[in-house]
């Protein structure tokens, strides 16, 4: 989500004559996009702001995003150099923002979240040519105790579906073949139009767009993930068989303190669709080990979801305090030490779950996405359905030569030789499994 919107922003100051340039050195105009929802992010911001005020004076500064939202004009008193701050809902006043410093403002902000357009920025650079991103939905109306999102992002804001639609059929015609729609919570999703699709009909939607072969999407709550989601993904190929469901915990008693609005048992109902559909669906999650009060047989049941589950991958988190957050109120903290044992406990145990059930795939032919080629491995760089990297190599594609390219898919007669397969798709038998790849060799 924050690589899209670092999209829009490029996309917009390109569209007003301003030039981007590969280095901050080269830049007259530096900006920040940032993430709070860890610590460590935070302070990675200030840090690296200090470092180049050392380095880069007569520069212009600006914080934008999740840090700029939440800290507000206090940036401006822990790096005073910051001319500019700016929260996710502000980017189309971009343009109006700068001429503001231009004219001689020394301090300039855009904090306003009363912004239903925050994701129709009418200019975006998109950064991969064959992928792009849509963002269906902004901000989030839950209240779970560790998240600082409801406050940076502020409450939901759902797209009208024709917008989303429409935007995917352009995107279609420009060629992209992957779409993933964003949100901060997708499957809240509600279309503002008399309409009124959810989620589910708006993905079943997003499957019949002409030209597009593989639709994803990303974050979803459990609360408000439905099996018409399973249903729509069993009923049509093009939307990928991958779901992020984050759990964070194994422990209906820690779900609860972290008011995360379901139990342990109905998030394992949500499973339950997944394990019993037709596709084989790929499940990944989010786990927060430490969060106050989490005693050691909460965080056993934890380990028990995971053995239970045997989740694809997981992103696995020590719990961050953060500002406006109703876990700043509980107590019993958890110490750094025990949540650092704990999480190296979690990603040794995923670590040995995803050696074992990716080695069940030696053997299998799996549709590949080509996204790239790596010249030190003199492998292509792929991605199933499924979202695991599958690398592989091609008899009669050794690696691109500039000016190659091909599109379509299975190209079987094609002149081959020194072709860019990025962008097109290949039946890859799979022959060696890692615990965070696959590697195999095209079918021919």
Request: glycine share 8%; aromatic share 10%.
């Given at each position: 989500m924050n690589a899209h919107d670092s999209e829009k922003v490029i996309g917009t100051l390109l569209s007003?004559?301003?030039?981007?340039?590969?280095?901050?050195?080269?830049?007259?105009?530096?900006?920040?996009?940032?993430?709070?929802?860890?610590?460590?992010?935070?302070?990675?911001?200030?840090?690296?702001?200090?470092?180049?005020?050392?380095?880069?004076?007569?520069?212009?500064?600006?914080?934008?995003?999740?840090?700029?939202?939440?800290?507000?004009?206090?940036i401006f008193e822990r790096a005073p150099h910051v001319s500019l701050v700016a929260g996710s809902a502000s980017y189309a006043k971009l343009p109006e923002m700068l001429v503001q410093l231009e004219s001689g403002n020394r301090r300039v902000t855009g904090l306003s979240l009363d912004n239903d357009q925050a994701f129709e920025t009418p200019f975006t650079r998109r950064d991969?040519?064959?992928?792009?991103?849509?963002?269906?939905?902004?901000?989030?109306?839950?209240?779970?105790?560790?998240?600082?999102?409801?406050?940076?992002?502020?409450p939901e804001r759902s797209r009208t579906s024709e917008s989303v639609l429409r935007e995917a059929r352009e995107l279609a015609r420009m060629g992209y073949i992957e779409i993933q729609l964003l949100g901060q919570n997708v499957n809240s999703y509600r279309d503002p139009s008399p309409a009124g699709w959810d989620f589910a009909r708006l993905l079943r939607a997003m499957g019949e767009v002409d030209g597009i072969r593989r639709v994803r999407f990303t974050t979803s709550h459990p609360r408000d993930f439905v099996k018409e989601i399973i249903d729509a993904i069993d009923d049509n190929p093009v939307l990928c068989n991958h779901v992020h469901l984050p759990v964070q915990s194994g422990s209906s008693r820690v779900l609860a303190r972290m008011q995360r609005l379901y139990t342990r048992d109905e998030y394992m109902r949500r499973i339950d669709w997944m394990k019993q559909a037709r596709r084989n669906i790929s499940i990944t999650t989010d786990i927060i080990v430490g969060f106050p009060g989490e005693t050691e047989e909460d965080f056993e049941q934890t380990l028990a979801l995971l053995d239970?589950?045997?989740?694809?991958?997981?992103?696995?988190?020590?719990?961050?305090?953060?500002?406006?957050t109703a876990a700043l109120d509980i107590a019993d903290h958890i110490s750094e030490e025990e949540k650092i044992r704990r999480l190296a406990i979690v990603q040794?145990?995923?670590?040995?779950?995803?050696?074992?059930?990716?080695?069940?795939?030696?053997?299998?032919?799996?549709?590949?996405?080509?996204?790239?080629?790596?010249?030190?491995t003199g492998q292509w760089i792929g991605r199933t359905s499924q979202n695991r990297t599958l690398n592989f190599v091609h008899p009669h594609v050794a690696g691109p030569r500039d000016g190659a390219t091909l599109s379509g898919a299975n190209l079987a007669g094609a002149n081959l030789a020194g072709a860019n397969l990025a962008g097109t798709?290949?039946?890859?038998?799979?022959?060696?499994?890692?615990?965070?790849?696959?590697?195999?060799?095209?079918?021919?």
């Open positions: 007003q004559g301003y030039t981007q340039v590969a280095k901050p050195d080269e830049a007259d105009l530096v900006l920040y996009n940032t993430c709070s929802i860890r610590d460590k992010a935070e302070q990675k911001v200030f840090h690296r702001l200090q470092e180049f005020k050392r380095h880069n004076r007569g520069k212009v500064f600006g914080v934008l995003g999740c840090v700029a939202q939440q800290e507000g004009e206090r991969n040519p064959h992928r792009a991103y849509i963002t269906i939905i902004e901000g989030c109306d839950k209240s779970c105790a560790y998240c600082v999102v409801p406050f940076t992002r502020g239970e589950v045997e989740y694809d991958s997981l992103f696995g988190f020590k719990y961050s305090r953060r500002p406006n040794e145990k995923q670590r040995a779950i995803q050696i074992r059930r990716n080695s069940d795939l030696v053997g299998t032919v799996e549709e590949t996405f080509v996204e790239g080629y790596n010249h030190a798709s290949w039946s890859v038998r799979v022959t060696r499994a890692g615990p965070n790849s696959l590697a195999g060799e095209a079918v021919i």
